[in-house]
C-alpha cells in the first residue's frame, strides 16, 4: 500500500530558529500533498496545499511567510516553519493520494511533533 | 463551507460490547466521506470511503454506512486492540482549486476495556 514518510518524527529547538520537516512518498508520485496541524485533542486543520513545481496553496489564516512550503519533486514536499515560536508547538502531519484521482483516500505521515522552547 | 460533527467526543465500551459512532456532516455536494483510524502520536490511518448514500463498507470489526447527512461506524464485539480516535473526513464536489481537501471532524476517543 502507499506510504508517506516523515522525518523527524519530533524535533526541539528553540524560539527564533527555523526547522524543515520532509514528507517523501515512498512508493508512488504525489503531485499534490497536503500540510495538516494538529492541537492537543483536537482535529486535523488543514494548512496548505502542496502542489508539485508551483506555489502552495494556504488556507485563510495561515502565514504563507512564516510556514514555507516547497514541493520540488514528485515524492517530496517540505514545510518550514520560520522563526519558530512556542505557540507553534504542534504535531503537523502531511498527507499525499496515491492515485489522481481526487476521491481516493489521503494516505497520512506519521507526523512530527514540534516543540518550540 | 463544509461542516463535520462527530459524536460522541468520547466513548468507553468493555471488550464485547456492541456500539457505533456518529459523524454529522454538512456539504454543499459529497464527493466522498472517509474514516480513519489514529493511534496517539501517529497519523490518522486510513479505513474506508463511502460515496453515496446507502452505501457500506466493512473491514474486520468495523462497518460504515452513509446517509445523506450522517455516516456511522458500527464496532462490532471490539477489542482493546480497537481502541484510538476515529476521525471522519468529507471531501466536497468543488472546483479545481479545491485539490481535492478533506475537511475532519473532531474525532471520537474509543476506549474499549478488556
Known amino acids: 500500500g502507499a506510504v508517506v514518510s516523515q522525518h523527524p518524527s519530533w524535533v526541539i529547538c528553540k524560539s527564533g530558529t527555523s526547522v524543515k520537516i520532509e514528507c517523501r512518498s515512498l512508493?508512488?508520485?504525489?503531485?499534490?500533498m497536503f500540510w495538516y496541524r494538529q492541537f492537543p485533542k483536537q482535529s486535523l486543520m488543514l494548512m496548505a496545499t502542496?502542489?508539485?513545481?508551483?506555489?502552495?496553496?494556504?488556507e485563510q489564516g495561515v502565514e504563507k511567510d512564516k510556514f514555507l512550503i516547497n514541493h520540488a519533486s514528485l515524492t517530496l514536499s517540505t514545510l518550514t516553519v520560520t522563526s519558530a515560536h512556542p505557540e507553534d508547538s504542534s504535531f503537523y502531519i502531511c498527507?499525499?493520494?496515491?492515485?489522481?484521482?481526487?476521491?481516493?483516500?489521503?494516505?497520512f505521515g506519521n507526523g512530527t511533533r514540534l516543540t518550540v522552547t | 463551507e463544509d461542516q463535520v460533527t462527530q459524536s460522541p467526543e468520547a466513548l468507553r465500551l468493555q471488550e464485547g460490547e456492541s456500539s457505533s459512532l456518529n459523524c454529522s456532516y454538512t456539504?454543499?455536494?459529497?464527493?466522498?466521506l472517509f474514516w480513519y483510524r489514529q493511534d496517539p502520536g501517529k497519523g490518522p490511518e486510513f479505513l474506508f470511503t463511502?460515496?453515496?448514500a446507502g452505501e457500506e463498507k466493512e473491514k474486520e470489526r468495523l462497518k460504515a454506512t452513509l446517509t445523506k447527512k450522517e455516516s456511522f461506524l458500527h464496532i462490532t464485539a471490539p477489542k482493546p486492540e480497537d481502541s484510538a480516535t476515529y476521525l471522519c473526513?468529507?471531501?466536497?464536489?468543488?472546483?479545481?482549486?479545491?485539490?481535492?481537501?478533506?475537511?475532519f471532524g473532531q474525532g471520537t476517543i474509543l476506549t474499549v476495556h478488556p
Open positions: 456539504v454543499s455536494g459529497l464527493r466522498g
Open positions: 498527507s499525499a493520494r496515491e492515485t489522481m484521482g481526487y476521491n481516493s483516500p489521503l494516505h
Open positions: 473526513a468529507v471531501q466536497e464536489r468543488a472546483g479545481g482549486t479545491s485539490y481535492g481537501k478533506l475537511t
Open positions: 502542496s502542489n508539485e513545481g508551483s506555489k502552495a496553496t494556504y
Open positions: 512508493d508512488f508520485q504525489a503531485t499534490t
Open positions: 463511502l460515496y453515496s
